[in-house]
């Protein structure tokens, strides 16, 4: 992996994706809606020696999508290697149940926040003459699981083409689309699922993850 820029809009699992790339040397600019947990993770990185800074942003909102590339532009002199989409959110249901706030909730914050990050960052990412866009996606958008509900796992579902779109479209740009698909990531959030799920099932790979890689 080349030295670099690298953007990390993201959730809970940005600690560990932020802390892989940085101890590699390269450096990153990661945001969160939490201010006092990005507050407290900042010091802690440059304890480390990370390079890393970081933006208060929800990039639900398109607004805010805006001002952090902004913010990335300028830091980074105009030019991005990698973006890596990791935000996601689920409400399990079951599909009668979903209102059309759920149906817009779940498809802005999996699917739509991506897709214009892709936009905002890609004169960046051509810029650099060598730009990769990484999609957290889900094994729930390669096949039917028990939880995360039908609007989520379609989302994620999207995502795993929209990756495969943009290889195609973007290669002359010497720009590379990857889409990952992990089981379940112990997180705040999944935790919640936990008490359903069969102990052979719980946080445990599974054969069906999608590693997309062009």
Sequence with gaps: MPLGHYLLPCVVTRYAVVEELAGLGVTVHTCSRNEAQLNECLPEWK???FR???SICDVVSRTQREELMSTVSYMFNGKLNILIN???TTKSKPTLEYTSEDFSYLISTNLESAYHMCQ???????ASEAGSIVFVSSVAGVVAINTGGSIYSAAKGAVNQLAKNLVCEWAKDNIRSNSVAPWYIRTPLTDTYSNILAPSERFQPKREELHESR
């Design 52 to 54: 890393v800074t970081g």
């Design 47 to 49: 304890v480390k020696g």
């Design 86 to 88: 990791n935000v996601g």
């Design 120 to 126: 905002l960052a890609y004169p960046l990412l051509k």
